[in-house]
């Protein structure tokens, strides 16, 4: 059972996630966002957020085997276009902050495939996922299990 629900107990904080939320999914190609999102949430655990990503991704018509693929993007290349590949590697660097970890390579690659309004909508889509994926972890959001979301 969820520790608190925020949508109730903080109600202006939580509207203003949803509203960075709204935003980067209008600036973001849909399947690519599902990627990032996806992406992060393995990166940090957060099974809600991993379960839920993947089954938006598949009803928005992304392949199994890509989002199957999405936790070892490095070694299934082939599985993704150039710019998602870019997008990822920066999804790595952006939800793994550290000293070495937005490297001017991994930046550079990214800015290969999308321009500078295309890259700050999709650092903005990492950072949202990366308050979502805390937000569930910390609160202890499970992945529904019942009739109208049963394990298939």
């Not at 936790?71 to 082939?78: K, P």
Request: hydrophobic letters at 50%; charged letters at 20%; glycine letters at 6%.
């Amino acid at each position: 059972m969820t520790r608190i629900e925020i949508s109730r107990t903080n109600k202006l904080g939580y509207a203003a996630v949803l509203g960075m939320e709204a935003y980067a999914r209008k600036a973001v190609d849909t399947r690519l966002y599902e990627l990032i999102k996806l992406r992060a949430s393995i990166l940090n655990g957060c099974g809600y957020c991993v379960d839920m990503h993947a089954t938006d991704g598949a009803a928005h018509g992304i392949p199994q085997r890509t989002l199957h693929a999405v936790g070892a993007w490095q070694h299934a290349r082939a599985l993704f276009e150039e710019r998602e590949l870019a997008a990822l590697a920066l999804t790595d660097a952006v939800t793994k902050l550290g000293p070495d970890t937005v490297t001017d390579e991994i930046w550079d690659a990214a800015a290969a495939h999308f321009d500078e309004g295309e890259l700050g909508a999709i650092v903005l889509a990492i950072s949202v996922i990366n308050v979502w994926n805390r937000i569930a972890i910390a609160t202890e959001m499970a992945p529904p299990v019942d009739a109208k979301n049963p394990i298939v």
